[in-house]
């Protein structure tokens, strides 16, 4: 079995989002957006399933990591329920994610931010706000 390597205690989830690339010195958009979900958080990072990761010779994953500047934004933008938040995150790694008929791309994500901000711990408190409606769907369907 190997070592759980984690910071933080992740929880799942099934939660929308938007992801784009910016380029962290100037605020451009260099690419997206790009359509997943988040299939767990926690203080440190998360797990996104990204149905698309590519827009024309842009890869979210491996360009992102090539460019020195180049950020991910996840955006949250869940009104009322959740509000709308914005974070700040380096991809890690990719995988193939398989289940059915289903294909898609798992990936992980490191913040940038810390966990001590103000703003993660707030995004944090508003995510546990009907989480268990939200990722029963994705317990049931998924295999991991």
Do not use: N, Y
Not at 24 to 50: N, V, Y
């Amino acid at each position: 079995m190997a070592a759980e390597l984690r910071r933080s205690e992740r929880t799942s989830d099934f939660l929308p989002l938007e992801t784009r690339v910016i380029d962290a010195s100037s605020g451009q958009e260099l690419a997206g957006p790009f359509s997943g979900r988040i299939i767990d958080i926690s203080a440190h990072g998360a797990c996104l399933l990204m149905t698309q990761i590519m827009v024309r010779s842009f890869h979210v994953f491996h360009s992102t990591r090539e460019a020195e500047d180049a950020v991910l934004q996840l955006v949250i933008d869940q009104q009322p329920e959740l509000g709308r938040h914005v974070l700040t995150a380096r991809p890690v790694w990719l995988h193939l994610f398989r289940q059915d008929k289903i294909r898609a791309f798992k990936m992980g994500v490191e913040f940038i931010e810390t966990p001590e901000v103000k703003q993660m711990l707030r995004v944090l408190a508003d995510l546990c706000r009907d989480r268990e409606a939200r990722s029963a769907w994705w317990k049931k369907h998924s295999q991991s």
